[in-house]
């Protein structure tokens, strides 16, 4: 009977010392990451960027009129940036994105007005984003995998036809985020 527990026991030992030694780091990771503050709240949690964007698509002129809202979401967490603000961002029209055409079933060209981190003035480094213009971005899905990508402006107008003219937009707010009284 002891040499039967033994015999099982050793092996269990192995693999619950091997568990331990791949999830362990990831653990004490997530621990400490949760144990970290939560960053400044946003001084100004609501803004709202009307745009403009005009393109032709095969010889016509298109005028796209949007706002851009943003919105504070509350903190997030991970490996690569600890806690950090979440923002969320939609489109005032009810449009999932600023459509330039339906290029397939599966594949859309589109335009991206940009981030809410950009707008709300929570990026890190001030050259960490550019709009794309006058490039696009396209979305493709097939078979459940959802690929986005950018579309330069010399591929735009030779492969689908399209230039973009111009674009105009709300400069981002000057936010603030004064650190928690304790």
């Not at 091997?18 to 939560?38: H, K, S, T, V």
């Not at 794309?132 to 990508?149: H, M, N, Q």
Request: glycine share 8%; net charge negative; with cysteine.
């Amino acid at each position: 009977m002891k040499g039967t527990i033994l015999l099982l026991g050793a092996p269990l030992m192995v693999i619950l010392a091997i568990i331990a030694f791949i999830a362990g780091p990831w653990i004490f990771l997530y621990i400490g990451i949760q144990l970290e503050p939560n960053p400044p709240r946003p001084e100004i949690t609501h803004g709202e960027f009307p745009f403009r964007l005009e393109y032709d698509i095969n010889g016509e002129r298109k005028v796209i009129q949007d706002t851009l809202i943003c919105e504070f979401d509350g903190f997030g967490a991970d490996e690569g940036r600890g806690k950090y603000r979440r923002w969320k961002e939609r489109l005032a029209s009810g449009n999932e994105r600023v459509a330039l055409a339906k290029v397939t079933d599966k594949m859309e060209i589109y335009y991206s007005p940009g981030s809410a981190k950009y707008y709300m003035d929570d990026l890190s480094d001030s050259g960490e984003y550019e709009h794309y213009f006058p490039d696009a971005l396209f979305i493709e899905k097939r078979g459940g995998i959802t690929t986005t990508g950018i579309v330069h402006a010399d591929e735009l107008y030779d492969k689908y036809h399209i230039k973009l003219i111009s674009w105009n937009y709300t400069p981002p707010i000057k936010n603030s985020f004064p650190a928690t009284k304790k």
